[in-house]
């Protein structure tokens, strides 16, 4: 939308479509819109945003560390402490993204260190206090770049916490389907959940990125903590990759489904056709779980139109294709051999798809 005229004209169209008792505060929706124009920014601004805080909290903390402000605990926990509740206020008060990267950065440094500052060696109590710091934040201030920070860091805390306490690597693989079926609810249900104007609805896009980049980050984290999976007759990290696979492989096929039931697919041949395609394609790829996730990320983020999602999708699938051809787990034939049955399965899709498409035209 251009202007607020086009805007204007848009809610009177769709007040004169709606029920009878269905109203719009006109004022409220052109503020809001107004507000939403001045402080847009593209993914590109808030990854720099980003890689800035990381730059900034490294350098303020070189700078405590070469003026030995780090020896004294208790000022580093009354510190911390301080900058905890101004980087709070401010990301209350103000809203920019300017002040959003200042307070974000004054929020990690000072809870590094009141975290710092209670000198422990306890991993778990380290890990649990930074749930307890993100969840509580996260409660108090619902802005994207520190709504998404929180959640990535109780996210990773949690798996941190599995790692430090658990060397089966099944685990990873149960949470990593929880984080998959979490990711698809939250996609699913989108419109729900802003329409409820709740809690969830006012973190739900920091919360969708961060499932998303979980997803992609415990997948690289599976297919990479696979080593010697034939030295041992039970290994875990063996068959938390194959868990993962398999995950993968129904939340692709139901995605299929959805595709198709969208598309208007109803032929059985041809949805039968379509089902065996992508079994073979997945079957080829079962010892590498990353690229039937970057599959699914990409069905996904396409279906759901998630264009940040799609891109990282895009550029993740290389990655884990680099990474299945260079294992040594394999040997050179077997990857071959998949590689080349999988290149062969998408081609056969790829005139599937389009005799479907003319088959549709000539309709």
């Not at 699913?188 to 329409?195: G, V």
């Not at 041809?270 to 779980?289: E, G």
Request: hydrophobic letters at 55%; aromatic letters at 12%.
């Amino acid at each position: 939308m251009t202007n607020n005229q086009e805007l204007l004209k848009k809610i009177e169209a769709l007040t004169h479509d709606s029920e009878a008792g269905f109203q719009i505060n006109n004022q409220k929706v052109v503020e809001e819109y107004q507000h939403l124009k001045e402080n847009r920014t593209n993914i590109a601004i808030k990854i720099l945003s980003i890689l800035g805080i990381i730059l900034s909290v490294l350098s303020f903390l070189a700078a405590l560390l070469f003026l030995n402000l780090l020896d004294e605990k208790l000022n580093l926990i009354i510190s911390g402490a301080l900058l905890l509740i101004l980087s709070i206020v401010g990301l209350k008060k103000y809203s920019s993204i300017i002040i959003d990267t200042a307070s974000i950065t004054l929020y990690a440094v000072g809870g590094w260190m009141l975290i710092y500052g209670l000198d422990t060696n306890n991993t778990n109590l380290i890990l649990v206090l930074c749930i307890v710091i993100s969840s509580c934040t996260l409660v108090i201030v619902q802005r994207y770049l520190l709504s998404l920070l929180n959640m990535l860091c109780i996210i990773y805390a949690i798996f941190a916490l599995i790692a430090n306490n658990f060397e089966n690597m099944i685990y990873f693989a149960f949470a990593n389907a929880l984080i998959v079926v979490a990711l698809f609810l939250i996609s699913n249900h989108e419109a729900f959940i802003i329409s409820k104007r709740n809690f969830i609805s006012q973190i739900q896009q920091p919360l969708r990125t961060a499932l998303f980049l979980s997803t992609l980050a415990t997948t690289a984290y599976i297919v990479l903590s696979h080593f010697d999976t034939y030295e041992n007759s039970v290994n875990t990290s063996s068959i938390a990759l194959y868990l993962t696979s398999i995950t993968y492989a129904v939340a692709i096929i139901y995605m299929i489904h959805k595709i198709m039931l969208k598309l208007g697919i109803t032929n059985t041949k041809l949805r039968i056709t379509i089902y065996t395609l992508s079994l073979m394609i997945l079957i080829a790829t079962i010892i590498n779980p990353g690229i039937s996730a970057s599959i699914f990320l990409i069905l996904l983020c396409f279906y759901y139109q998630y264009k940040f999602g799609l891109s990282l999708s895009i550029i993740a699938m290389p990655f884990f294709l680099w990474h299945f051809y260079y294992n040594l787990n394999f040997t050179l034939l077997t990857k071959s051999i998949l590689l080349l049955a999988s290149g062969a399965l998408f081609i056969a899709a790829y005139f599937v798809i389009n005799i479907t498409k003319d088959q549709h035209e000539e309709l």
